[in-house]
């Protein structure tokens, strides 16, 4: 069975800061990887997805995450944090004959004036 | 293009009752999910549908049944509500999985 771990269900950064959310994940076969952002009252929006080639990845708004196979790792980073990117974030992994994602707990990002 | 449309936006329900949250999406894809969002827990998948008539159990499945008539609707049902089944209510679909999925914005429910 897969699973997702995401170290930190709070992390907060100051405005313009590196921000890293950690994402370790448990998988029996090659993983399709995925970030997820919920902004308050809202449903989920997709950041960026690993399926297959580049391990390097990069999202909307200026995120990018790595697959790192060796390290079972797809940590969310951004250079320099914006107020607008406070909201919660969720890493999952997909599995199944139906795909289905299996999410993270979830981090919620506070960004400090 | 409307995406994926989640009715109501919440509800109310007194212990017991029964209700039918509605899932449709105008994108024509095969794959339908419902999950289940409590805080702290992250999501949790309750039912999954691969295409019309063909639905299947998730994670937190009990309390909870489905059907999948056409390809468009996914609609999940309660039928005795309880205090338990207090949560924010996700539906999603996907074409194949490999993009991700495109959520509905979701139903937030309350049983007391």
């Known amino acids: 069975a897969q699973s997702v771990t995401q170290l930190g269900s709070h992390v907060s950064v100051s405005e313009g800061a590196l921000v890293l959310l950690r994402c370790n994940y448990s998988s029996s076969v090659p993983p399709y990887l995925f970030w997820y952002v919920q902004y308050p009252n809202q449903g989920l929006q997709l950041l960026l997805k690993y399926t297959t080639g580049a391990t390097l990845v990069k999202g909307i708004n200026g995120f990018e995450a790595e697959f790192k196979k060796s390290e079972t790792s797809f940590h969310l980073t951004k250079p320099s944090a914006h107020m607008s990117d406070a909201a919660e974030y969720f890493c999952a992994v997909s599995s199944g004959s139906a795909r289905q994602l299996t999410f993270g707990s979830g981090t919620q990002l506070t960004v400090l004036p | 293009n409307a995406g994926v449309t989640q009715t109501p936006k919440f509800r109310i329900l007194k212990i017991g009752q029964s209700m039918t949250l509605q899932c449709a999406q105008d994108?024509?894809?095969?794959?339908m999910y419902w999950y289940r969002q409590d805080p702290g827990m992250g999501l949790k998948l309750i039912y999954y549908s691969v295409g019309a008539g063909i639905t299947d159990k998730g994670e937190v499945p009990n309390g909870y049944n489905v059907s999948r008539s056409t390809t468009e609707d996914f609609p999940l049902r309660l039928e005795l509500a309880a205090p338990s089944q207090t949560s924010v209510y996700f539906c999603?679909?996907?074409?194949?999985?490999?993009?991700?999925?495109?959520f509905g914005s979701g139903t937030r429910l309350t049983v007391v």
């Open positions: 994108m024509n894809h095969n794959y």
């Open positions: 999603a679909s996907s074409s194949t999985g490999e993009g991700g999925y495109t």
